[in-house]
Nanobody, 121 residues
Framework: QVQVVESGGGLVQAGGSLRLSCSISGRTVYIMAWFRQAPGEEREFVAGETWSGDSTKYADSVRGRFTLSRDYPKKTTYLQMNDLKPDDTAVYYC????????????????WGQGTQVSVSS
């Protein structure tokens, strides 16, 4: 059984930083991504990476500000978010895929419960 658990959300002022964590159990090799969903909006791709790390994608809106990293022994992936903006306010979801990789929601079979990120101006 695959479990995906996010943590690290919170309230921060514009220009501040947060680090989200995503812990995964039930899989040894996997592809993962972060998505976010603001109120009244569609869930959108934020960043994703293959298991080997040979391909990493970022949404244009976060490139240069957000960085993925991974602790393989802990099976935990991190999303470092710097220079946060009010438009980054959303619930952030970690998603896991067994085989496919890309920015589309349908690629990912397993999802966490989400963690709220709020950025005040």
């Amino acid at each position: 059984q695959v479990q995906v658990v996010e943590s690290g959300g919170g309230l921060v002022q514009a220009g501040g930083s947060l680090r989200l964590s995503c812990s995964i159990s039930g899989r040894t090799v996997y592809i993962m991504a972060w998505f976010r969903q603001a109120p009244g909006e569609e869930r959108e791709f934020v960043a994703g990476e293959t298991w080997s790390g040979d391909s990493t994608k970022y949404a244009d809106s976060v490139r240069g500000r957000f960085t993925l990293s991974r602790d393989y022994p802990k099976k935990t992936t991190y999303l470092q978010m710097n220079d946060l903006k009010p438009d980054d306010t959303a619930v952030y979801y970690c998603a896991v895929s067994d085989q496919l990789y890309g920015p589309k929601r349908g690629v990912y079979e397993y999802w966490g419960q989400g963690t709220q990120v709020s950025v005040s101006s």
